[in-house]
């Protein structure tokens, strides 16, 4: 959640004139650092539906 506010507040602080847009399982545009953007669709949490 916070890693979602705080790119939220990033994108309404350069797009949008200021309108923060994204909300929980958004899909975020690739117009970031994707340098910490981890492929996890191998994993599997055994408590995951």
Do not use: F, K
């Amino acid at each position: 959640m916070l890693r979602i506010r705080a790119l939220n507040s990033w994108r309404a602080a350069v797009q949008d004139a200021g309108r923060g847009c994204l909300q929980i399982n958004d899909i975020i545009p690739a117009d970031h650092c994707l340098h910490d953007v981890q492929d996890m669709s191998t994993l599997n949490h055994p408590r995951a539906d």
